[in-house]
Each structure stands twice: as structure tokens, then as C-alpha cells.
DNA sequence: TATAATTTTTAGACTAATCTAAATTATTTT
DNA sequence: AAAATAATTTAGATTAGTCTAAAAATTATA
């Protein structure tokens, strides 16, 4: 097992690796977790030893495999606890982040499969991003208008295109946020109106003229 | 702010003392906590230190006000917890304990408030156990059966007086198990049956016969 | 009430995670 | 390409929590 502290750098370090292929610098691991390079040297060691990384003197680290999916495991932990706060708790989505980062330090993977059942399986976390699935797989986060989602689809509302004081006291007022689950339930042909349900509870019927502009980030299969 | 050590000595020593006007004794807690009597009196002078505790040498500790209050607090939320987990994610009762040893630490006031009110503000865990409300004060349990509730009651399943296959298998079947909240909805006069409804969740009808075998903790106000 | 047995504390040591300061290696500049 | 600069690692120290073994205090017993 891992200590609470190898986690934190373990998920520090595969999200600074996101998207490159470089190895990551010392330099770059203690900015993110503020904390000094000679830390960070010291900890290294000890997750290469652990082989959760590869690391080379002077050059920087890469994760491994084995480091990516406990990685993984980290991120899903945090965005599903992340889902919980928001949806069972109505906390706001800026809200999270902080107790999320203590609870998926949480060690029981009994607990993370009935958390996952009990929020019914979401895809993304309330700041639109993508939840790993058990085994680690992601999939890919897409933006595009609530107006534009099918019969069923489902997304998280990440943002709005117009900011007018009375479009922004409708969203307050109908119980939409940033971060709400928004699940299509029907559609209709005649205005182009569409029933939804928001954060899996509370269902509401909204106009086109609203619909088109809220972005909903969606999953597309990959 | 108490480490997670620290936590783990105060409600460890807050348990013992429960009842004892006396002392609790260093290799009291070095068993309770399987550690050793010289690792219990260093930590002993640390929460000494910080007034948790009045520590005289040789002679063991009792609890401060401070320190009473912050081991009710840690109980409250590892209680809450596992109300949550029984509730919601439909644990058993006996399996939640370890993983609300490890929730009980998460640091964050309005996360306990905004649980409490998601559990409807329960007054017991899933073991018929108290849950210390938000400045401390416990209400005591008192057990009765279930055919005794009166309307609009609530307690956890604690027991049953009858221990045939058949009876078993009913509570099975009808979802009832131990540390399920029983809250009754309506009794029928008639024939002494009772509506009941499990967990906030699920009704249910159950007959007198059914009734008087199930026992049941609730609290009394104090 | 001395002595034996038990409990508790102290002393010294270990590991994990952190730091500062010095030494080493890599990179950039001229 | 040599010197200057920047990054990284090593060395040595600190704190929290733990241990074992020895010393001290309390309690039980003969």
C-alpha cells in the first residue's frame, strides 16, 4: 500500500505527464506541490523503488504502467467523490475540490464501486471532466449546446454563452449550476422545447431560447 | 488542528473513560490501541500539551472539556458515516466500521452538516449507537420491539427474539437487516399490523406476529 | 513492612517526510 | 569551448510516531 503522500505526488506527477511525452522535472513536481526539489529527490527514490516511476538522475521522471493506474485509480476516486459532494450534498462545483482531495485517499475499493452504483455510473465530474472507469479507461470529454443533445444524452453543464442578468436569475432560479448533471428526457418537435432532469433528481421543462445557450461537455466513446 | 494520530488517541481514551469517573490507565489505551505504554505516554504528554487531556504521571488521564468535545465530534462523524454507508450504499451493518474509521478524519464542518441533513439528521448509527448532534449532547437508546413503536417512530433494528429459518428468511426477503432505521407510518388497529418504512427508502406492511419479534433501539429524548 | 511483581516512564534508536546548505551535474552564454 | 548560471542531488538536521530495553515508581504479597 501506499502512504497518503506517495498518492499526492503519484497523481501529481501523471497529471504534470498528461499530454507530454517529456520526462517531468524535479523542479516541476515540487512547484505543483510546494515543496523543495530536495524533497521531491528523496520521494522519487522511493516510488522508483516501488517501480511507480522511472526516474533518472538529472533527467526527470516517467511514470510507469503500474504508476499510471494507481494514478488512475487516484483520479477516480477524487471526481467521483467530487460528483457525490455536488449531486447528493448540493454543494457548488467550485465547492469540492478541497474535501475531494482528502477522500480519495480513502482505502477500500468495496466503498468506490457502490459510490460509483449509487451516483448511477456518471462519466464526468462536475468540472466536466472524465471519470476512469474500474480498470482505468477514459473517455473523452466533448463541448457542445444543451440544445444540441439527443433523446437521453446526458452531460455536465460547463458554461453559459450569454451573461445577461435575467438569462443567469432563470438558471438560479430553475436550480441549474455549473457542474449539474443535465440529462435530456424529451424533446419537442413543435418549439423545440426539452424536459430534463438535472443532477439525476429535479426534472424541468426549458425553452430552446435557453437551451442553446448552456454548453453541456458530453463523453464521446472512444 | 489534531493530527490523524491524534484523533485516533482522543476518541480511543474519550471510549474508555465512558462510564469510569476513574484514570484510564496508559496500558489501557496502549491495548486499546495495539500499540505500546511508552508510544501511549509520549502522546500522552503531546495531548497533555495541548489540553486534551489532564495527564499525571503514573497515575493515568481523564478528558478535558476540550478534549471531551473534540472526541464527540470525531464520533458524530464516524457515526454519520456509517449511516451513510448502510443508507446509501447499503453496507451491512457490520462492515462499515473500518471504512468510518478512515471517513471520521475527513476535515470539513459543512461536509458533516450537509450529510446530516442528506441522512434527514438520524439520531442513531446502523449498531443502535448515538449520534452526538452538533455541540455534543447525546440522546441515550432504550430498547423496545417493534410492535411497540408508536406512529411516526423511528429506531435501527437491533435484534430479534425469534430465530427460525422462516422468520429469518423473511426479514431477508422483505430487505429488513440489522441496523436498517424502521420508521412506523401507520399502524392498523385491526389487526395490530403496521406499515413501516426501512432506511427513508423502501414501505413496507408487516404484521403483528412479524412485529413483536423485531427488536428495535430508539432513543428517549434526555 | 520489606520484598517481589507489575506498571509506567525514560532513554536511545528507527522510518517517513520534510527542510537548508553544500556539492555536483547540466545548460546557457559569450 | 570555457565560464557562468541554473537545476539537481547529497548530506545533515528536524518532527511525528513508533519501537526496545533499562530505570523508576506503584501495587501486591508474604
Redesign the pocket.
Known amino acids: 500500500m501506499n ?4 498518492e499526492n ?1 503519484i497523481k501529481c506527477i501523471y497529471m504534470l505527464a498528461a499530454g507530454t511525452p517529456e520526462g517531468i ?4 513536481i ?1 512547484g505543483a ?14 516510488l522508483s523503488d516501488k517501480s511507480l516511476v522511472k ?6 521522471v516517467k511514470m510507469t504502467d503500474k504508476g499510471k493506474k494507481i494514478a488512475l485509480q487516484i483520479i477516480r476516486k477524487h471526481r467521483l467523490w467530487e460528483v457525490f459532494l455536488v449531486e447528493a450534498l448540493n454543494f457548488k462545483w467550485d465547492e469540492v475540490h478541497v474535501i475531494a482531495e482528502q477522500l480519495e485517499h480513502i482505502q477500500s475499493e468495496e466503498l468506490i464501486e457502490r459510490l460509483d452504483k449509487f451516483l448511477e455510473h456518471p462519466k464526468m465530474d462536475p468540472h466536466g471532466d472524465p471519470i476512469p472507469d474500474n480498470n482505468g479507461k477514459i473517455y473523452t470529454a466533448h463541448l457542445t449546446l444543451l440544445s444540441q443533445l439527443k433523446h437521453k444524452e446526458a452531460g455536465v453543464i460547463s458554461g453559459v454563452s450569454e451573461h445577461s442578468p435575467s438569462f443567469l436569475q432563470y438558471l438560479e432560479k430553475s436550480g441549474m449550476s455549473l457542474g449539474n448533471t443535465i440529462q435530456v428526457m424529451e424533446k419537442h418537435e413543435f418549439d423545440q422545447s426539452i424536459n430534463i432532469r438535472i443532477n439525476r433528481k429535479k426534472n424541468l421543462h426549458i425553452s430552446n431560447d435557453i437551451a442553446k445557450n448552456i454548453l453541456i461537455k458530453t463523453e464521446d466513446a472512444k
Not at 55 to 60: L, S, T
Open positions: 502512504t497518503f503522500t506517495e505526488y522535472t524535479t523542479s516541476a515540487a506541490m510546494k515543496t523543495k526539489s530536495a524533497t521531491v529527490t528523496d520521494m522519487l527514490k522511493k526516474y533518472e538522475k538529472y533527467y526527470g
